[in-house]
């Protein structure tokens, strides 16, 4: 296993970054500041906050110190800015310059200081400078002032501050020691914001360090720590800066919550993944989620400026509307620059990321230019994410007020009689949409979306659980009344045709399964024969993941499956955890004599058939009250299945037993070739000797011989057994067309459905991250036969059962503990 502790990446949110931090960014700025500082520069670092300035700071003294260069830096917000007079002020500055520079044991700053009161205080800095600083130390020296900003909380000026920098520059020519002092600003704040008279600006004969977010060929050490969670950290982290746009402390928190979150990233899924995170732990009550602040920190810089407020908002709603416009120095662009809210790229000023564009969008603005200018008509302007947003927006907006049955008049008006609704811009943008569609496919995708939108309101108010049947109802009318008779309008007809179009597409029927999941009941009756398999869904969230989500699902559609999977999950397991202590208690009553490992299950062994029968007999006593078995296994090959997952299934040891002691014994420090050849033993020993013998040990041997070759010398890692394992369960769970799919029948065939599941969660044990491989590989079986009657498929629908059992029973929460005590 990787033997780096996972400390090593913990990302850190807000603050400055530690000098041997391992997720620092190095960034061209790094290349930048260095360099200039070294040669001698006036450099000053003026950006937004947040942006990653101080940890810059750190890093570039650590490096200058290295090539012999001695450096100080003076914060001024530990100086203080209220209350505060000159003199106070620059006798700060000296005495933080002489604790930087170790100078405080040989110069008594207070009495130099004093012996000093003819002169002005910046007088005295610079005889510090000049007299003391260059004196006592004959190497070169470099001085960062950080937090330049707070000098405008003063209540005096300090231009003579910025002239005194500027002379000492221009005393190079005369006084060669000089050459040896650099000077660095850091803030936010813009040149003209420190200083008031221009012609004594240092920032003329400056370096302005341009600190740009983070690009992805500078990011790898966030991708290392990202390699704990997923097999394609790069991915992760591509998403991560498409939406943040490179922000230092968005990206940094994103990747410290990504490694919180308990679910997997499933590989091709990462764009997805990262959207609902971005969403869920930022977007969504954004306010209660800000924390260590950010979005508050812009919201106030952009709303407490006073006078400028009202232009800047204005500033920034016309490059919502237009995307960007040109960039310039005059003061409202340069300080919402400052505020973080937008970058100049290229010679435009656009929004920074996409995360801003969420939060601080049309509506925020609309909504905060009304509070400042009430009565003022400020009209709402046209969305710049484009019309379909604007539709998102109305939807969501009337679903928090309206009940499903108004909801479905409002979405049967708009997508269905296609004419006369009562927002005229929400028709108008609709009509844009069909105008100037040139993929069908994108409005599928639209209005699957609005579906879902409206789904995931009804599905957290059980009382709501109909109306998901009645807005497929009310598709399929809309598909049939175009068939019937099309409108005669060119737009509207259109529009009819493309809903027509919908209802035939494959994100509709992935919406029609939702049907049997929406009400759940496992307490209903064994399913009627002739019943297909598609109706069974609801019995099995591990499903649900990839049975109904499409490949590129809505934010609104993924929401949505993942609260009803860990609802239906949870309720699965309540029950099934009420019934086996019940279970157990009516086993033990049978004398062990009487108890006999039933014969295995084959692939004709359907579980409808009566003639089917375990060879032991369960208690089923009238004076005990029975709770109803919430599997689709009998009472015998219920108990025979949990005795198999959670019991001892090799001496004495059950499957978590031996995954443990495999990863213990065989992953330390062994190659992945090593690894391989105890992988192959490991899997063996639950197979039966006849059928392994047979063929398939030798086709197991041969697979893992041959698995990711180019890596058979280097060390075990989590990634390599992640991928390892996700293979077999590409190697083992087959189905039609696969022309290997006849081995998984001839595995269930021999070893029965019992043991073979047993065998696959002996390889989901090795690494919890790998489950949702296996789920996928059930997903594709269930979709196959989806329409296949329950009675032709008992195979399917009995390792089904056993491996939600199994899985409930290792990766659930079900206690176990008391479970393993009772099994016989």
Request: charged share 25%; hydrophobic share 35%; aromatic share 10%.
């Amino acid at each position: 296993m990787n033997s780096e502790p996972s400390s090593a990446y913990d990302y850190q949110v807000g603050g400055c970054l530690p000098q041997d931090c391992q997720t620092y960014v190095k960034r061209q700025a790094d290349l930048d500041f260095y360099q200039g500082m070294m040669a001698g520069e006036f450099c000053y670092v003026l950006n937004s906050r947040q942006m990653g300035k101080s940890s810059l700071r750190v890093q570039t003294m650590q490096r200058l110190r290295l090539e012999g260069v001695a450096c100080a830096v003076v914060d001024l917000t530990s100086i203080g800015c209220r209350d505060i007079t000159p003199q106070q002020w620059y006798a700060s500055i000296i005495g933080t310059l002489a604790d930087g520079f170790n100078l405080s044991d040989k110069i008594d700053i207070v009495s130099w200081w004093r012996e000093r009161e003819i002169f002005s205080p910046v007088q005295r800095l610079d005889e510090f400078i000049g007299k003391v600083l260059l004196k006592e130390i004959t190497q070169n020296l470099a001085i960062f002032v950080d937090e330049i900003d707070s000098v405008k909380r003063l209540n005096f000026p300090v231009d003579d501050f910025f002239a005194l920098i500027k002379s000492c520059y221009n005393k190079r020519g005369d006084r060669p020691e000089y050459r040896r002092l650099a000077f660095a600003l850091l803030g936010v704040a813009t040149p003209s914001e420190l200083i008031q008279d221009a012609n004594r600006t240092p920032f003329d004969i400056g370096r302005a360090i341009d600190l740009t977010g983070f690009q992805l060929h500078e990011s790898l050490p966030l991708a290392k720590g990202l390699a704990r969670k997923t097999s394609n950290p790069l991915a992760v982290l591509k998403e991560i800066l498409d939406w943040t746009g490179g922000k230092p402390f968005l990206v940094q928190k994103l990747c410290k919550l990504a490694m919180g979150e308990n679910s997997p990233i499933r590989e091709g899924r990462e764009a997805q993944w990262v959207e609902e995170l971005v969403r869920s732990r930022i977007v969504e009550n954004w306010e209660s989620q800000d924390e260590p602040p950010h979005l508050r920190t812009i919201r106030e810089r952009l709303l407490h400026r006073n006078a400028s407020t009202v232009k800047l908002l204005k500033l920034y709603q016309q490059i919502l509307e237009r995307r960007e416009i040109p960039a310039d120095d005059t003061p409202e662009k340069m300080e919402l620059r400052l505020s973080g809210l937008v970058v100049k790229h290229q010679g435009k000023l656009k929004v920074y990321n996409r995360i801003y564009q969420l939060i601080f969008n049309q509506s925020w603005v609309h909504q905060e230019l009304e509070k400042l200018q009430p009565g003022k008509e400020t009209p709402m302007r046209e969305p710049t994410n484009s019309d379909e947003q604007l539709l998102y927006d109305h939807l969501l907006e009337l679903s928090k007020r309206k009940s499903p049955r108004e909801l479905l008049e409002r979405f049967n008006k708009l997508f269905i009689d296609g004419m006369g609704y009562p927002e005229s811009e929400v028709e108008a943008a609709l009509y844009r949409i069909i105008a100037f569609l040139n993929q069908e496919s994108k409005f599928n995708y639209f209005l699957n979306r609005c579906c879902y939108i409206l789904i995931n309101r009804w599905q957290a108010n059980p009382k709501y659980k109909d109306a998901v049947a009645d807005l497929v109802a009310l598709l399929d009318h809309g598909a049939f009344r175009y068939k019937q008779k099309a409108s005669p309008s060119r737009v509207v007809r259109r529009l009819q045709e493309l809903v027509y179009l919908f209802t035939q597409s494959d994100e509709y029927q992935i919406l029609k399964r939702l049907l049997p999941v929406v009400e759940i009941n496992y307490n209903l009756h064994t399913p009627e024969a002739n019943q297909p398999l598609s109706q069974l869904i609801y019995r099995y969230p591990y499903l649900y993941s990839h049975y109904l989500l499409p490949p590129d699902s809505s934010y609104e559609h993924r929401q949505m499956i993942r609260q009803i999977q860990e609802k239906n999950r949870q309720q699965f397991e309540n029950k099934l955890s009420e019934y086996i202590p019940d279970l157990l208690k009516r086993v033990q009553q049978v004398p062990k004599t009487n108890l006999h490992k039933p014969r295995s299950n084959t692939f004709g062994d359907l579980i409808l058939n009566p003639s089917y029968r375990p060879e032991i007999v369960i208690s089923k006593s009238a004076d005990m009250k029975r709770l109803p078995n919430p599997t689709l296994l009998t009472d015998e090959e219920l108990y025979f299945a949990i005795k198999e997952f959670v019991g001892k299934v090799e001496k004495t040891y059950s499957y978590q037993d031996l995954a443990n002691i495999f990863l213990s014994r065989h992953t330390i420090t062994r190659t992945y070739r090593d690894f391989k050849a105890d992988l192959y033993q490991y899997l063996i020993a639950s197979v039966d000797g006849k059928y392994g013998k047979h063929q398939f040990n030798q086709r197991l041997y041969n697979f893992l011989k041959n698995t990711l070759t180019e890596n058979d010398n280097k060390k075990i890692d989590e990634l390599l057994i992640m991928q390892t394992c996700s293979k077999l369960f590409n190697f083992l769970v087959t189905s039609p067309p696969d022309p290997d799919y006849l081995y998984f029948f001839d595995m269930l065939n021999n070893l029965g459905s019992i043991k073979t599941v047993g065998l696959l969660l002996k390889i989901a044990l090795l690494s919890g991250k790998v489950k949702l491989h296996l789920e996928k590989r059930f997903s594709i079986l269930f979709s196959y036969y989806e329409t296949q009657a329950f009675k032709e498929i008992g195979w399917l629908v009995h390792s089904l059962e056993n491996l939600n059992i199994a899985l409930l029973t290792n990766f659930g929460t079900v206690d176990i503990s008391s479970i393993k005590k009772n099994i016989l």
